[in-house]
């Protein structure tokens, strides 16, 4: 009987196996065509100046709009695509769509965003980046300060090679962002020899704020550095009043997260771009929202 059922166990485990990957290999072709077929789409969200209390800038979030499976989000494909050799691609495509989509706003008449758009470390060490960034610039008429490439800190590495990379991006005039600090390993004194314009600090972190003083003696320091290497610092993931009261103490300069805004498609941005964020009132929530 134990044999019989270990018979029957293991069918069981193949048949789930095959499953899975009959669905891997439909992603797979799925994602291979999703944008011929016009599958793909970028929401944005808005980043607050404290100090200004309004929008100076957004970050391009993909999402991808599956016939039958509806709105993917970017963690569910990202991966499939650098492993199929499809990021290249994406990465392209996100970057052209993001900087055509600035100038759509000029025309309704919203300030020059900066926008930021993220990069997978694949495409990022791919010599094709550089050339295609240029051809992008000159092709929408985007300033390159305003736009941002966003690189996540835990593949950071201060090799020669990346700081070429950096530094190429940079001559250009193109801003250079590292995400989620604070999630890997590196330390400032570490980023120090890479040429960055701004520094994200992770949500994590964030939401960790209050859980001790150290964690609020480490965030006062975190920001003072970066300040003082000549960095922007961005909050990611800001959620609570409380928070944005502290990082108002540390002069973050940027904030970004759902008490201001969640990632919206590009038409509503027009209207946000308006809006006062923090004006006066005790509330950090969008005054104007109600
Ligand atoms: P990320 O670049 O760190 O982006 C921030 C993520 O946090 C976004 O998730 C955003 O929607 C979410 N978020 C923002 N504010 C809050 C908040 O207050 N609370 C919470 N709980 N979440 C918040 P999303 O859009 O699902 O993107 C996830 C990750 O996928 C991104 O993390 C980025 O690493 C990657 N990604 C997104 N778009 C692209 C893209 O165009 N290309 C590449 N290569 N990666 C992308
Ligand atoms: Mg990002
Ligand atoms: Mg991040
Ligand atoms: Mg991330």
């Avoid at 193949?14 to 789409?41: C, G, N, S, V, W």
Wanted: glycine share 6%.
């Amino acid at each position: 009987a134990a044999k019989n059922q270990g018979k029957h166990r293991y069918v069981f485990y193949e048949k789930t196996h095959t499953r899975e990957a009959e669905q891997r290999l439909r992603m797979e072709q799925d994602l291979r065509r999703a944008i011929e077929l016009d599958q793909l789409t970028l929401y944005y969200q808005p980043q607050i100046d404290l100090k200004q209390g309004k929008i100076v800038g957004v970050e391009a979030l993909i999402r991808w709009q599956h016939p039958e499976r509806g709105l993917i989000p970017p963690d569910q494909f990202i991966d499939l695509a650098e492993q199929i050799g499809m990021i290249r691609a994406i990465g392209d495509w996100v970057l052209k769509t993001a900087c055509k989509q600035v100038a759509d706003w000029q025309e309704k008449g919203v300030p020059e965003l900066r926008m930021a758009v993220n990069i997978s470390p694949l495409h990022f060490n791919d010599p094709s980046l550089l050339p295609a960034v240029e051809s992008i610039l000159e092709e929408t008429g985007l300033s390159p300060s305003s736009l941002e490439l966003e690189i996540t800190e835990n593949v950071v590495q201060t090799t020669e090679n990346n700081i070429g990379i950096f530094q190429k991006l940079r001559d250009l005039g193109v801003r250079i962002s590292i995400d989620d600090f604070g999630t890997g390993y590196s330390s400032l004194a570490s980023l120090k020899s890479l040429p960055i314009d701004s520094l994200k600090i992770d949500r994590v972190f964030i939401s960790n704020m209050f859980k001790d003083t150290n964690s609020t003696i480490l965030l006062h320091s975190i920001v003072d550095l970066a300040h003082a290497l000549g960095y922007l610092v961005v909050a990611e993931g800001v959620e609570q009043d409380q928070e944005v009261d502290v990082l108002r103490k540390t002069a973050c300069d940027l904030v970004q997260g759902y008490l201001f805004s969640k990632p919206v498609p590009p038409e509503h941005i027009p209207q946000l771009a308006t809006q006062h964020f923090m004006a006066g009132s005790k509330n950090k929530r969008l005054a104007a929202c109600s």
